[in-house]
């Protein structure tokens, strides 16, 4: 699944390929993909207008158009790729743009999750997809105050509250397990034992992970891709995600894998020691 680093490096590759195109027709093909507004009022919105900008807000990409706002989740499998408006489509192209220079912006997303909204310019301070947000992590809000006030009252491994999109927005399972490690928290922590110090490294370790694997690409695990030609190469950096059974390059204990909220989680108990154990 695309994290904040793999939008990053979407946003960064579409500028690069779409900014200035006009769009000259829309097509949809898979009428659940857009939440809003209706999808013959999507399609009639879209035409004439200009890509003038892509930015990025948590794990949504952000169409800056000349009139709306177009934003787009990829979830599970979206991708986008730029091809020519002659190409011929394929069963996974659920949404493409045709731009006035003959080329195409086509959304494809093999297992249909993905979600798009087109909203007035003026909606996008209020717009419900944003609203339960948290903050970014290079927002300089994002403090050790704030963290203390938002886990203050829970009793949640740290695992479970790192992935809050409402706390922190972009980190996914992959980055949690860097995250953690990196900071030497034992993923099954209570977030209320946490110390200043853990909340300073919890802060200081997202940004540099986060940073790192934009620097590279982001991480192709499975079928992530940004675009055509375009892998990441995060995965070469992994500390401890995907790495059961292997060394820690620390310590040189087994990493192990477990199941924290349901998700797949990986760590060294000897570098991340449990809360009470030495």
């Known amino acids: 699944m695309p994290e904040l680093p793999e939008v990053e490096t979407v946003k960064e590759t579409l500028k690069r390929k779409v900014l200035n195109k006009v769009i000259a027709k829309c097509y949809v093909y898979y009428d659940k993909i857009i939440e809003e507004p209706s999808v013959s009022d999507f399609k009639k919105k879209v035409i004439n207008q200009r890509i003038n900008d892509i930015t990025r807000h948590g794990k949504w990409l952000v169409f800056h158009l000349d009139d709306y706002v177009l934003l787009s ?28 220079d003959g080329t195409d912006l086509r959304y494809q997303d093999t297992r249909k999750f993905g979600r ?15 609203k339960d947000l948290g903050l970014d992590p290079w927002d300089p809000k994002l403090t050790n105050n704030y963290l203390k006030d938002k886990y203050a009252k829970k009793r949640l491994p740290i695992k479970t509250v790192i992935l809050d999109q409402s706390i922190i927005t972009g980190i996914g399972n992959i980055y949690a397990d860097e995250i ?30 986060l940073g790192k694997a934009i620097e590279q690409g982001g991480t192709t695990i499975r079928s992530y891709t940004s675009d055509l030609g375009v892998t990441g190469r995060f995965q070469n950096e992994l500390n401890v995600h995907c790495r059961e059974h292997e060394k820690c390059h620390i310590c040189q204990h087994e990493i192990v ?12 108990p000897y570098c991340q020691v449990a809360r009470g154990e030495k």
């Open 73 to 100: 989740h990829l979830r599970m499998e979206g991708k986008y790729f730029l091809k020519s408006d002659n190409c011929p489509r394929n069963k996974h192209e659920h949404i493409i743009f045709s731009f006035t």
């Open 180 to 209: 953690l490690f990196l900071s030497k928290i034992n993923p099954l922590t209570k977030v209320n034992l946490l110390q200043d110090d853990d909340l300073d490294n919890i802060i200081i370790n997202t940004k540099k992970v």
């Open 116 to 130: 798009m909204l087109l909203i007035d310019k003026d909606q996008i301070a209020s717009c419900r997809v944003f």
């Open 257 to 268: 894998k477990i199941k924290v909220g349901g998700r797949g989680t990986y760590y060294c």
